[in-house]
């Protein structure tokens, strides 16, 4: 398998700040990790080397990804 070329940005929140503050897409994370969660396979940790862990994920995302493809069409077009 290639290598993936990721940029990793880490944000911080300011030490001044006192309560709660949305950080600048926050929700890009939150909303990935709800996805893999929903197919609950990543939640219970059965795998024990990270290559079974990398592939439950992967699998977890094609499942996700494809499901809007496998829908019928609603325009009536067969």
Sequence with gaps: ????????EIVKRADE???FVMLPRGWVAARTFAWLM???RP???YETLPAGSEAVIRWSMVTRVSRPL??????GRH
């Excluded at 496998?70 to 325009?75: I, V």
């Design 38 to 40: 929903n197919s609950r």
């Design 17 to 19: 700040t006192a309560g």
């Design 70 to 75: 496998a829908r019928p069409r609603a325009s």
């Design 1 to 8: 398998m290639g290598k993936l070329a990721l940029t990793l």
């Design 43 to 45: 939640a219970r940790g």
